[in-house]
């Protein structure tokens, strides 16, 4: 356990270890030189001096051994790290001493391997290390020509030159190390920017990638160049990267090259053949170089579901208070309506409460639908045999409604069972069969109800389809909306109310094209 005032060890990064290795191999080189000019036949080449001795030989093998431990021992024992500069830098100044020494002093040329050791020392090494080393070096040298006193006469001009190398020790290790402290900091800033880059890139790719819009790079000339995962749900027909904006949606490419020509922020409503999907686009500049646009899609489903979803919350707050704020009031009407009329013979006032008594009938079939709504997810769903179910349902609807009998046909085809919930189910075919007969011309056969399974067997589909004039295209995108009618005694609320009892019962209810009358039809599973 460390005491409060002990310092841990500095921890050197990967790029200090890197120049200490590439330094290593430096003086590995240096000393296979220095070894190969030594041998008595190395005339060709040769860094030191004529007369070659065995001792020359020694030190020179003696510096390449220390030399190649030295970078195995930096490649595999990453340890230490001053301690190993430190060793190679005392081990070169002893061997460049001893060799100049041998050569004749300065003239040998070991004076400016001694400078070049010395800047690769301030490169790698660490603050006043490098002066050690400069000042290790000058001792070096001035001791080697202190010693040469002894045996040869030098002149003052020797000294002088021995001096000024001595002040370039320090000028080269001084130099070196400011440059290198500026280069590891240009180098730590650079590698944190490029971590922070890649953290934001992949971040960045992550949000394109789970974005619910779609996002597309195209050319001015309709070539797409990128885009996200998402774009292929939406468009259809696989990865769009490098083909055509025509080849998705027509519509599309067509308001593209109207944005074009009047560059705007107003959206464009598209629909993609191959997926089916109802868009909305919008053009944005890139600003590139290659004046890129940017295309944003969004799935108008998707709009329409939140939209739908808040029309849905804002009911459920409504119920939550309306059976004591209206139920019990309207029912204190509607019992005081049927009391006065009871009491009046004036056909007048039996006018006036007939037409009281019908509006609190019709308020009281909001409510009694806004709770039924309130209610949609408490759904039992169990297995319905609808070759069972469905005649007595017409036998109770017809009885109920006062209808002739044959209105209604039946034509149930493959296994003929369903998972609803069983009251769920009735109200809702209750609901489409009504608005059926309603719509019809009541006729024999006018409503049919037919039952098949879907081609791939996994689900069923129950179809209510009556002979009138159908619904006119600028409303089948409202008829499923809330307080929605044509009639002048609707609610508004049973094609919304029948979709969502669907919903909630893991069933899809939608209106189809047919040439005549309307195709309601109710796509739900078969089988648990």
Not at 113 to 133: D, E, H, I, W
Not at 158 to 170: I, M, N, S, Y
């Amino acid at each position: 356990m460390n005491s409060p005032g002990a310092t841990t060890p500095k921890q050197f990064s990967d790029i200090h270890w890197k120049s200490l290795r590439y330094f290593s191999i430096y003086r590995l080189c240096i000393a296979i030189l220095l070894f190969a000019s030594s041998l008595p036949r190395s005339s060709v080449f040769s860094l030191l001096s004529a007369g070659k001795t065995p001792f020359q030989i020694e030190i020179t093998g003696v510096y390449a051994a220390c030399a190649l431990a030295s970078l195995l021992f930096v490649h595999f024992h990453r340890q230490h790290f001053n301690r190993q500069v430190s060793l190679q830098v005392v081990t070169d100044i002893i061997v460049l001493t001893l060799l100049a020494h041998t050569g004749g002093g300065l003239k040998s040329g070991m004076g400016i391997l001694l400078l070049v050791t010395l800047a690769g020392a301030g490169l790698v090494g660490q603050g006043r290390l490098v002066l050690f080393y400069a000042a290790v070096a000058t001792i070096a040298m001035l001791g080697e020509h202190m010693l040469r006193t002894f045996s040869s006469n030098l002149e003052v001009v020797d000294f002088f030159e021995a001096g000024l190398f001595c002040t370039g020790f320090f000028a080269v290790a001084i130099s070196a190390r400011l440059l290198a402290n500026r280069v590891i900091a240009n180098e730590e800033l650079a590698r944190k920017r490029g971590e922070e880059l890649r953290n934001q890139t992949v971040i960045s790719q992550h949000i394109i990638e789970e974005m619910q819009d779609g996002v597309l790079v195209i050319d001015r000339q309709g070539h797409i160049k990128q885009s996200n995962p998402r774009v292929e749900r939406l468009l259809g027909l696989g990865n769009p990267t490098g083909r055509e904006l025509e080849t998705y949606s027509t519509e599309l490419a067509q308001g593209f090259r109207r944005w074009c020509e009047h560059e705007h922020a107003d959206p464009v409503m598209v629909r993609a053949p191959a997926s089916g999907m109802h868009l909305r686009a919008r053009f944005v500049n890139a600003a590139s170089p290659q004046r890129d646009v940017l295309v944003f899609l969004e799935d108008l489903s998707r709009l329409q579901e939140q939209a739908r979803q808040l029309k849905l919350a804002a009911l459920g707050r409504l119920t939550a208070n309306i059976a004591h704020e209206i139920r019990n009031p309207l029912s204190a009407i509607k019992h005081a309506g049927e009391l006065l009329r009871e009491e009046t013979s004036n056909p007048t006032e039996e006018r006036l409460l007939r037409i009281v008594i019908d509006n609190s009938q019709r308020v009281e079939n909001i409510v009694n639908d806004v709770l039924q709504l309130g209610r949609r997810d408490r759904a039992h769903r169990e297995q319905i045999n609808l070759r069972q179910m469905l005649p007595l349902f017409i036998e109770e609807f017809m009885l109920k409604e006062e209808a002739p009998d044959g209105l209604i046909a039946t034509d149930i085809q493959g296994r003929g069972t369903m998972l609803f919930d069983r009251s769920h189910f009735t109200q809702v075919l209750w609901n489409l069969v009504g608005n059926a007969l309603r719509h019809s011309q009541k006729t024999t056969g006018s409503v049919r109800i037919q039952v098949n399974d879907t081609p791939d067997d996994s689900r069923i589909e129950l179809h209510v389809i009556d002979d009138g004039k159908g619904v006119d295209e600028s409303l089948r995108e409202q008829i499923f909306e809330p307080f929605f009618t044509t009639h002048s005694r609707g609610t508004g609320l049973g094609l919304y109310i029948a979709r969502e009892l669907c919903d909630a019962n893991g069933a899809q209810l939608d209106l189809r094209h047919t040439a005549s009358g309307a195709d309601f039809c109710i796509s739900g599973r078969n089988i648990e």
